[in-house]
């Protein structure tokens, strides 16, 4: 068997191999929060959580940019961009609509950890308190006159076909930062 480099992988390899350092950042994430919370419980759990994701996600937004070449106060066209190359849009099924200048709304149709959780027979995991610093943070990053509103957000209730929505907005009269 012949011990391939990365160099020498095809487009496709390396895709699937994006896709599978995805799950294992998420398997770890995922890992890492059951353990907080079974030791401590599921509200110091969400509180440390959001206060990791609050960092990781500026510095996500920050390679992001860097790779994409973005510079900051892209507004809308520059979120949906980056957006595309988060993480998660490698595990999850994602749409952006309502797209404008000023306003676009993003949804997260299918999520691997909310999936994961019906197949175990669990509740939703109740994201919302991490996801509003999450988008809120990585949006700002981007462009800090954006502004996030989530729409919806477990533990909210929500279709079956939309596990989260928000709202960003670009404020133009607003000064940066």
């Keep these: 068997m012949k011990i391939k480099k990365l160099h020498e992988l095809s487009r496709a390899e390396l895709l699937q ?3 599978e350092a995805a799950k294992n ?14 030791r401590f419980g599921m509200e110091v759990a969400l509180e440390l959580d959001r206060q990791a994701w609050e960092k990781f996600t500026v510095i996500e937004a920050k390679r992001i940019m860097k790779y994409l070449q973005l ?24 749409e952006v609509i309502e797209v404008s200048e000023d306003r676009c709304v993003f949804r997260m149709l299918s999520c691997r950890v909310q ?3 019906q197949r ?3 509740p939703d995991f109740p994201c919302k308190p991490v996801g509003l ?6 949006a700002r990053t981007i462009d800090p006159r ?8 477990p533990p909210d209730p929500h279709p079956p076909e939309v596990w989260c929505a928000w709202e960003f907005t670009l404020k133009k009269d607003k000064l940066a930062d």
Aim: proline share 3%.
């Design 25 to 38: 950042w998420l398997a770890h994430d995922g890992l890492w929060f059951r353990a907080v919370e079974d």
């Design 120 to 122: 175990q027979g669990l």
């Design 146 to 153: 954006l502004e996030t509103r989530c729409l919806l957000c």
């Design 71 to 94: 510079k900051p106060g892209g507004g809308i066209p520059a979120l949906i961009q980056a957006l595309e190359f988060r993480l998660y849009a490698r595990l999850n099924r994602q």
């Design 17 to 19: 191999l994006l896709t």
């Design 133 to 138: 610093v999450e988008y809120r943070e990585f």
């Design 115 to 117: 999936e994961a959780r």
